[in-house]
């Protein structure tokens, strides 16, 4: 069985930073893509980054672009979201996200087929 | 970056009605279009993906239809358990979009 676990959440002061991590289990981690996606409060979903399954590929949204780097362990089944100079704006629960891609001819889309249960952050003085 | 326009942001129906979610592209995709079920205090449920493929698991009342712009969820009678908040996710080219959500409320 898949499980996703987020860690890492809490409160910080604006300007500050922050670490996040996803445990993995139940699937071959080190094949597949992984996502981070926020949910502000009592507001919709935001996708935040993506990783793919070597490392080496990195995607970003633009507002958090040179604030934020996700990384992966393969070793450890775990995925890492290092959040720095962090904003009201970040204030969100924080989820993790399987994408096990598929493919049908030419064609390849995402499918967020698994997500944690999320960890808050809230950034406020 | 291609904008989602999803629609309508609430309604109200009642158990067994037909609903309609829509989402639109600023501009012209294939089928890089998934469903997202999420209720109250609950991660996110993948219901459909490339348009208008059924995730395993997920109850055939459902279904996904559409491609280049207009995109649209059918639940074709709704259930209690259904009520509920639905996103779009557009993963055509990044960075990924989501719609800005549907909910589905009890009339």
């Known amino acids: 069985e898949v499980h996703l676990v987020e860690s890492g959440g809490g409160l910080v002061q604006p300007g500050g930073s922050l670490r996040l991590s996803c445990a993995a289990s139940?699937?071959?981690?080190?094949?597949?893509?992984m996502n981070w996606v926020r949910q502000a409060p009592g507001k919709g979903l935001e996708w935040v980054a993506n990783?793919?399954?070597?490392?080496?590929?990195?995607n970003y949204v633009g507002s958090v672009k040179g604030r934020f780097t996700v990384s992966r362990d393969n070793a450890k089944n775990s995925l890492y979201l290092q959040m720095k100079s962090l904003r009201a704006e970040d204030t969100a629960v924080y989820y993790c996200?399987?994408?096990?891609?598929?493919?049908?001819?030419?064609?390849?889309?995402?499918?967020?087929?698994?997500w944690g249960q999320g960890t808050l952050v809230t950034v406020s003085s | 970056a291609i904008q989602m326009t999803q629609s309508p942001s609430s309604l109200s129906a009642s158990v067994g009605d037909r609903v309609t979610i829509t989402c639109r592209a600023s501009?012209?995709?294939?089928?890089?279009l998934s469903w997202h079920q999420q209720k109250p205090g609950e991660a996110p449920k993948l219901l459909i993906y490339?348009?208008?493929t059924l995730q395993s698991g997920v109850p055939s009342r459902f279904s996904g239809s559409g491609s280049g712009a207009v995109f649209t969820l059918t639940i074709s009678s709704l259930q209690p358990e259904d009520f509920a908040s639905y996103f779009c996710?557009?993963?055509?080219?990044?960075?990924?979009?989501f719609g800005g959500g549907t909910r589905v409320e009890i009339k």
């Open positions: 990783i793919g399954p070597d490392g080496s590929e990195k």
């Open positions: 139940g699937f071959t981690f080190s094949s597949s893509w």
């Open positions: 996200v399987r994408d096990r891609a598929y493919c049908s001819g030419d064609s390849c889309y995402s499918v967020f087929d698994y």
């Open positions: 996710l557009l993963d055509a080219g990044y960075p990924f979009t």
């Open positions: 490339a348009a208008s």
């Open positions: 501009q012209g995709i294939g089928k890089e």
